[in-house]
């Protein structure tokens, strides 16, 4: 179950990804702006203008602290994932059989994203950690099919 193969890998990444923006857009974007705009049982239907609440904005010094960790963890789940997922992608194109590298960098991507998103500090970091083995065993491989 742990050791995936590398388009599974890809697959795992690409959920991770599309599930951290929806929960991004419903819990905070959709909920969290209705409810301060007031809206939440009027005009529910539609997702609100979030460029006037201060809340929402990058760098106010109100900024929600659920909101403040949870859109830096997507931000860096972002970065993680630009680098990764094409990485396991082309490892899937070739058949390398590079699975460890791409598993650990999936399970890894998944789990940072859960620990910081929901507990924050410090319980990401075994993950970020793993994720730079994963990455770097990547690497490897993809250096020693290069040269």
């Given at each position: 179950m742990f050791l995936l193969s590398a388009l599974k890998s890809a697959a795992v990444i690409c959920a991770n990804s599309f599930v951290a923006?929806?929960?991004?857009?419903?819990?905070?974007?959709?909920l969290l702006?209705?409810?301060?705009?007031?809206?939440?049982?009027?005009?529910?239907?539609?997702?609100?203008?979030?460029?006037?609440?201060?809340?929402?904005?990058?760098?106010h010094l109100k900024q929600?602290?659920?909101?403040?960790?949870?859109?830096?963890?997507?931000?860096?789940?972002?970065?993680?994932?630009?680098?990764?997922?094409?990485l396991c992608l082309y490892f899937a194109s070739k058949s390398s059989g590079d699975d460890l590298a791409c598993s650990i960098m999936a399970w890894t991507q998944v789990g940072y994203t859960v620990a910081r998103g929901?507990?924050?500090?410090?319980?990401?970091?075994?993950?970020?950690?793993?994720?730079?083995?994963?990455?770097g065993l990547g690497v490897k491989n993809l250096w020693d099919m290069a040269f």
């Open positions: 923006k929806v929960y991004v857009t419903a819990r905070f974007r959709y702006a209705n409810t301060i705009k007031g809206n939440l049982w009027k005009k529910a239907y539609r997702l609100p203008d979030t460029s006037e609440i201060k809340e929402l904005q990058d760098g929600d602290p659920t909101w403040k960790r949870v859109r830096a963890t997507q931000l860096n789940e972002v970065e993680w994932t630009s680098i990764c997922l094409p929901l507990l924050g500090y410090p319980y990401q970091m075994p993950f970020a950690v793993l994720r730079y083995v994963g990455l």
